[in-house]
């Protein structure tokens, strides 16, 4: 048996365990996860293996409805992530909107190298366009590991950004839905997540909301 063979038999037996523990600490847990599905929060992640799920934030399933692509990405071409954007906020009718990025992040590193690298350059081209609108600011900085962080973290209020401009999100507000979308950065380092204080309830300060995070201080202070 090869070692790719064994992880394979590993998450078998994992989940088995896992199971077992739940079924333990909560009798009836799996049951009504299948009669009902009501999460909350709609996460927007990268699909970075190093960044968890439920359990960096100690949430049971049925709590979190996940939505990953490389670097975080909610653009207007995309239709799966638009489809999970409407599913969540329609049919789910999610409260809190997070985008969530990564520090060290594979694809704004790949975006910033500019290769040849087919579609993912485009899948990353407005990364790339971010680095250059905001190279003055990221040359500042005292290394390419802290211009790769500040970058990551420019990523995330772009998507935030995006999710607000989207029509789907545009008609909840304008029908009195109750939405808020949260721009959030985890250190894969620390394992700690961090607001980057752009959380946005509406329409109206919308735009003012993310430039606003984008000129103060917090944002290139890194891990502050």
Not at 33 to 52: Q, Y
Request: glycine share 8%; charged share 25%; proline share 3%.
């Amino acid at each position: 048996m090869t070692h790719d063979d064994e992880i394979l038999q590993r998450m078998m037996a994992n989940n088995r365990a896992w199971k077992a523990g739940v079924d333990r600490d909560d009798p009836g847990f799996f049951e009504r996860m299948a009669r009902h599905h009501a999460p909350r929060v709609l996460w927007i992640g990268c699909s970075d293996s190093r960044v968890p799920g439920n359990e960096s934030i100690g949430l049971m399933p049925g709590e979190i409805f996940y939505h990953r692509s490389v670097a975080n990405q909610l653009q207007m071409v995309d239709f799966n992530g638009l489809s999970a954007l409407q599913y969540a906020v329609e049919r789910l009718r999610v409260r809190h909107i997070i985008v969530c990025g990564h520090y060290g992040c594979g694809g704004v590193k790949t975006a910033l190298k500019r290769n040849e690298l087919g579609l993912l350059n485009n899948w990353l081209h407005g990364v790339a366009e971010l680095s250059r609108k905001h190279k003055a600011r990221l040359d500042e900085l005292a290394d390419r590991q802290h211009r790769i962080d500040a970058l990551c973290e420019l990523n995330v209020l772009e998507q935030v950004r995006n999710v607000c401009r989207s029509p789907i999100v545009l008609q909840a507000w304008r029908r009195g839905q109750e939405i808020s979308v949260h721009a959030w950065i985890y250190d894969i380092a620390s394992g700690l997540l961090h607001d980057l204080e752009a959380t946005v309830d509406g329409d109206r300060h919308a735009e003012s909301t993310i430039d606003t995070a984008i000129a103060g201080p917090r944002l290139f202070s890194t891990r502050a």
